[in-house]
C-alpha cells in the first residue's frame, strides 16, 4: 500500500467516525401535549391536545439536539364536549377568548434553544412557548428517552416523554385565577420516525 493511500485512509476514519445530526418528523398519532390545572384547591383537571406536527434532530456525538412543535389550540379536549344543559361545554370554554381564544390565535409553538444531555439521551430541554401571542421560555425535562427501529414498521425512531410547568397569566390567560390555578403542569410524549 503506497504512503499516499495510508495518509488518505487515515484522515477519512476519523471524519467517517463523526456522527451528523439525524433529523426525525414527529408521529401526529404518537405525540400529545397534556395539560393539568388545579381547580378550587380540589381537584387536578386534565386535557389534552390531538394535533400536532413538528420535527426534532440529534446529534449524539455533539451532544446537541432542536425540538420544534406545532400545536392546534382548537383541538383541546378534557373529555367535555358536551352542553348537557350548560350554556357550553367546558371544551367549548376552553377554545374561548377566556382561555387559549383559538380563532385568533389557532396555533401555539415551542422551539428549542438548546439541549443538554444526560449520559447519551436527552436531558433538557431550553426553548420557547409561543401562546395567545406571547413568548417566553419553557424547559422541558426530558423522561424514558429511546431510538430504534420500529417493530413492526421497521423504521428508525426515537420517542420520550418530556413535562415541564409554567404560568398560564404570564400569557395573559388570567380567567378564573385563583380558583382554577395560574400553574400548569405539561406533558408531552413525543414520538418521530426518521428522515
Known amino acids: 500500500m503506497s504512503r499516499l493511500t495510508v495518509a488518505l485512509l487515515a484522515v477519512a476514519l476519523p ?73 357550553r361545554s367546558r371544551d367549548e370554554h376552553l377554545r374561548s377568548p377566556d382561555f387559549f381564544n383559538v380563532a385568533e390565535f389557532p396555533t401555539m409553538t415551542y422551539k428549542s434553544t438548546g439541549v443538554t444531555f444526560s449520559g447519551d439521551n436527552p436531558g433538557t430541554i431550553d426553548g420557547n412557548l409561543t401562546l395567545l401571542g406571547a413568548t417566553k421560555p419553557l424547559t422541558l425535562h426530558v423522561e424514558n428517552w429511546k431510538c430504534g427501529p420500529n417493530p413492526a414498521s421497521k423504521k428508525e425512531m426515537c420517542g420520550g416523554n418530556a413535562s415541564g410547568t409554567l404560568k398560564r397569566a404570564d400569557f395573559g390567560m388570567k380567567f378564573g385565577v385563583p380558583m382554577l390555578s395560574d400553574e400548569l403542569k405539561l406533558w408531552i410524549e413525543i414520538e418521530g420516525y426518521k428522515d
Open 15 to 87: 471524519l467517517s467516525a463523526v456522527a451528523a445530526p439525524e433529523n426525525y418528523t414527529i408521529d401526529p398519532f404518537h405525540t400529545f401535549p397534556n395539560f393539568e390545572v388545579n381547580h378550587l384547591g380540589m381537584s387536578n383537571m386534565r386535557g389534552q391536545f390531538t394535533k400536532t406536527t413538528g420535527k426534532f434532530s440529534i446529534d449524539r456525538a455533539a451532544k446537541t439536539g432542536t425540538l420544534e412543535i406545532t400545536v392546534q389550540t382548537a383541538s383541546v379536549t378534557t373529555g367535555d364536549p358536551d352542553k348537557a344543559g350548560r350554556p
